[in-house]
C-alpha cells in the first residue's frame, strides 16, 4: 500500500524559506520519478515541480522556476522541496505525488493526471 507523509509547512513571512519533505513507502520509490503539487483555496491543483527516478531530471512550473528546488534521496525513500523567497501567493496546500507508471519521465511540470498517490499534504501560509 503506497503511503507519502509530508512534513514541514507553516507560517512564514514573505521573503523566508521553508523546506517540505516527503516520505514514501509501499512501492520501489528508486523506481518512480517524484512529484510536489499545491492547491490554493478556490483554485484548481497545480503542478509545481517533478524529479526523475534515478537520473536527477527535473522540471518546475514557471511559478516556482528559480525559487524552489526539488530534491530526493533514494536512500531514504524522501523528496523534498526547499522553498526560498516565500511570498503570499504561496500560500496553500502542498501535496507529495506518485506517478501511475514507473516510467513517468518528469519531461515537463507535472500533471495531476499522471499521478495517483497522494500525501495528506502540509500547509504552508506565507504572510506579507
Known amino acids: 500500500q503506497v503511503q507519502l507523509v509530508e512534513s514541514g509547512g507553516g507560517l512564514v513571512q514573505a521573503g523566508d524559506s521553508l523546506r517540505l519533505s516527503c516520505a514514501a513507502s509501499?512501492?520501489?520509490?528508486?523506481?518512480?520519478?517524484m512529484a510536489w503539487f499545491r492547491q490554493a483555496p478556490g483554485k484548481e491543483r497545480e503542478g509545481i515541480s517533478c524529479?526523475?527516478?534515478?537520473?536527477?531530471?527535473?522540471n518546475y512550473a514557471d511559478s516556482v522556476n528559480g525559487r524552489f528546488t526539488i530534491s530526493r534521496d533514494n536512500a531514504k525513500n524522501a523528496v523534498y522541496l526547499q522553498m526560498n523567497s516565500l511570498q503570499p501567493e504561496d500560500t496553500a496546500v502542498y501535496y507529495c505525488?506518485?506517478?501511475?507508471?514507473?516510467?513517468?519521465?518528469?519531461?515537463?511540470?507535472?500533471?495531476?493526471?499522471?499521478?495517483?498517490?497522494w500525501g495528506q499534504g502540509t500547509q504552508v501560509t506565507v504572510s506579507s
Open positions: 524529479i526523475s527516478a534515478s537520473d536527477g531530471r527535473t
Open positions: 505525488a506518485a506517478p501511475i507508471l514507473a516510467g513517468y519521465g518528469c519531461y515537463a511540470p507535472p500533471r495531476s493526471r499522471d499521478f495517483n498517490s
Open positions: 509501499g512501492f520501489n520509490f528508486h523506481f518512480y520519478a
